[in-house]
């Protein structure tokens, strides 16, 4: 959408009347609203741009509506739209903006952002049917993660605030968003700017300034993805009071932690040199990476992890089986390991041929083998943090976005064997990762082997296939220190600003539990336990973090060549197991749920609903709309039946059924439509809409439906 008269936040709806095609025939669609002739042209221009096996019409009728023929090719034709004009057509990119696909880990982290943790239907006394969970509002992701730190010398906000924008029009990633309507994509806009707010201490307490930034979450449908906000200093300056504090929060499914401290270090260069960071965009970039990551071939990466994918009685879960924690939220645990400490357990690893994170590895094979209660040789498996950015593609170091990945490590824990046998197999398994930063859980399982489906329940998220991290296991992150080149901190030092260390607070686990462990400015090793409280409550999180610290700092005592894993798990010998509880199967969904009765004789509007519909646009749509028509919802998961048992919902003659939502939610009624193979006739048309807030797209809804229902007598 080009106009500058384009109302922000504004939502297209599509709609699609189905009808049996003559061969080559085209493909009708009403675009209704917000477009003027400009605006629909660039969009018709754009389809022809992109997907030239298609021929494009476009007939403008007035402003707000077009209607649009899409004519297949002559070869064969098409029955269907692909997904990929779909989303071109519904959400069209912004002026100057670039769109990329979402791939692997971002896939997965996106999905989850979209997906809510128990979807339910009903809310009092109405249904709900946006289908986002706390992830609504268009995509407003709950998962955050924050960072702060206390600023250390004098603070000028205007130059604060004119560093991070001149970052903000340096680094695309600062400017990007995603789009999920028919497949993930992440959307680069030409400008944003950067969202920063300042607090006074008497306004608001810092554990409440954490709160409330957390529950915000943000709107993942509009740039950026990154927010600060600036606690003001204590009144009175002295020596007491305390300094201002900097809250940084972003988003794990666009950035990882290391991003995060390298837009950190742009941004020290901005203000140190008054406010502006010299140069243009970065290059390489995301859009760099996404090229590269197309190129690669995955030959070898099949055949590696046909062979390495975690077995299904692969021990993943650092607790025995318990009952519900009676908590909630995320927790946070850290403990210090001091730095001669740290230097012994370092020197230990070293003098047998591996780094102090395999001595991490090590330990916490432990803790999971343990918890599984029993004797012998047994494969455990968790989540190994990779950062992606040792890739064979010039400047990939300092791309700041998503580039991490965990992938799952899977060693035999054998009590009997040494010690170090089992460190050699942490080491040698993540040599072997390391050859494929850039796979995914989403791709492994892909390329996983499927063997023949036995009788019952599968074993994992694949038939015969464990669980990979991602998928209800553990991870554990070694974060490499990220320090400010020495003539920076200099500096900033010639300007009285110490550039202190950001420091971690209890944000997205990332699963149920994650352990992070990091080095600190002293050269002692930090450890952190990130737990989700639902499933490891403090009590038991609390046990196992002191566990692991007590086998890291007993492990350098272990000096002889035939030292047993066993004999270092006796230290735990009178320690309680820790519990977590059983993961909570999701609530059974309704195949059809009816929202409002209606009128006998009227049409049926039936809301299609998915994961990343727009949380509240459907309860808006029903509540102001105030014709006869009887509104019911289904979910659009391809179940059979699903169709046919809204269809019976509009018997009687002249009744007809509108199949329509918002987002995933309009391309799913689309596809049940295409599934049908009954629809024709009965099926009166298809409305679909992009993805805005749930105020925007619930009206968009309502232009589109308007324009099909029949008059009434």
Known sequence: MSSQDVPQGAVLAVVHEPVALSPGGPLVLELRGPLGPADAETVAARLAQRHRA?????????????TLRLTPPAAGGVAALPADLLADLLAPPPPGGEVLPVTGHQQTLLRAALTPAGTSTSTGDSTSTGGSGSSGGGGVGGGVEQLYWDWSGPLDVARFAAAWQSVVDRECVLRACFEWVAAPRLVLHARAGADIAVCSPAAVTWPQLLRRDRARGFALHRPGLLRLTLLEAEPGGGAGAAPPRVLLTYHPALLDERGVHLLLREFYRAYAGGGVLPGGERRPDLRDHARWLAGQDTTAARQFWARAVPPPRAVTRPGRPGGATGQSGPGVLHTRLRAPETFRLRSWAALRGAAESSALHLVWALLLYRAAGVAGPLPVSFGVQLSGRDIALPGAAGIPGLLDSPLPM???????????????????????????????TETIRAWAPRPPAAPGPAAGPVAGVGPVCGAGGTLVRFDGPLVLPKVLRSELAAQGVHADTPRSAAGAAGGPLTLAARHDSAGGLVLGLFHDRAQLADEDAAALHSQCVRLLRALPEFRQAQASAGALLELLARAAIPRMARPVPPAPQHALTVLRPGHPHA???CLVTAPGVPAGSYDLFVRGHRGPEKIVAVHGDGAPGVLPAALEQAPGPGRR?????????????????????????MVAAVVMTGIGDAAASASALARGVRSVLTPPP
């Open 54 to 66: 298609f021929g494009v019409a476009l007939d403008s009728h007035r402003p707000g509506h077009h």
């Open 657 to 681: 059924l509108v199949l329509c939502g918002c987002g995933p939610g309009g391309r799913a009624a689309y596809e049940l439509a295409q599934r049908t193979p009954h629809a024709p006739g």
């Open 410 to 440: 899977t060693v035999t824990v054998d009590p009997a064997a040494p010690l170090a046998d089992l460190l050699h197999q942490v080491r040698d398994t993540l040599l072997d990762l390391a050859a494929y930063p850039w796979a995914s």
């Open 603 to 605: 049409d049926v509007i």
